[in-house]
């Protein structure tokens, strides 16, 4: 299919707002590239991409396809982050013109669209999915401005049943979710029947971040996680 018949209604899609041509750190194994979507449901305050969220789409389907042709040979994998990749259903059509390509795709999402997740996993649109777990029932307000721990239950059971390989993740402000929570949550996973590793993720500091947070006094206190049922990583 030619790219430029990746449209809606006529006019060309604009839903990425960025590209990030290189990255041995995102797509564990592989050279790969991030397409970054506008726009998020979620309204994380340490979220450190707020123009992404907040922003809107720069680049065409058509106009990224045309720079992935540009790195066969060069690249591996792509990566579809954000903002939330999934809140745009047209993913799906341009998911599958980038496995034409012969690249594979890795999806980053907060979990909060599982009709779409299963329609990339179904169509094998997916080789690899991090799984953002914002918090249990009684945090996700604080944590996420919202209530969306139903779909990402439903998010996590669909990739419990399937066979693409996936990890779960948690983003750590010690203001927002504190060592007790996190042992909630990794009891929480392993009792779904996950059995991977678990990874946390520091908030980073010094940077411009989409909400005040506050201060991030505690940190990760791994003491405090070695009751887990789970194996638990700490990533920068």
């Not at 839903?15 to 797509?27: E, K, Q, R």
């Not at 991030?34 to 998020?40: L, M, S, Y």
């Not at 792509?78 to 259903?89: A, D, I, P, Q």
Request: aromatic share 10%.
């Amino acid at each position: 299919m030619n790219t430029s018949s990746v449209h809606t209604s006529g006019k060309a899609i604009r839903n990425i707002y960025s590209i990030t041509p290189f990255t041995l750190l995102d797509y564990p194994g592989y050279p790969a590239c991030i397409i970054w979507f506008a726009g998020c449901n979620m309204r994380c305050s340490y979220c450190y991409n707020p123009d992404i969220v907040l922003g809107k789409g720069r680049l065409t389907y058509a106009g990224a396809l045309d720079f992935l042709r540009s790195r066969r040979g060069l690249l591996e994998g792509v990566v579809l982050s954000g903002g939330e990749c999934l809140l745009h259903t047209s993913v799906l059509e341009f998911a599958s013109r980038v496995k034409d390509l012969g690249f594979l795709i890795k999806v980053d999402t907060n979990g909060s669209r599982p009709d779409v997740l299963k329609a990339l996993v179904e169509e094998s649109l997916a080789d690899y999915v991090s799984l953002d777990f914002k918090a249990l029932p009684d945090r996700e307000i604080a944590v996420t401005g919202g209530e969306y721990f139903e779909d990402f239950s439903k998010c996590l059971n669909l990739l419990l049943d399937g066979s693409v390989t996936f990890e779960v993740r948690t983003t750590v402000h010690s203001g927002l979710l504190q060592s007790h929570d996190l042992l909630r949550m990794s009891f929480f996973l392993a009792q779904k029947g996950y059995s991977g590793v678990y990874y946390l993720q520091k908030f980073q500091r010094n940077v411009l971040t989409l909400g005040e947070p506050g201060p991030d006094r505690e940190g990760i206190d791994l003491a405090a996680l070695e009751a887990s049922p789970l194996s638990i990583q700490i990533r920068g």
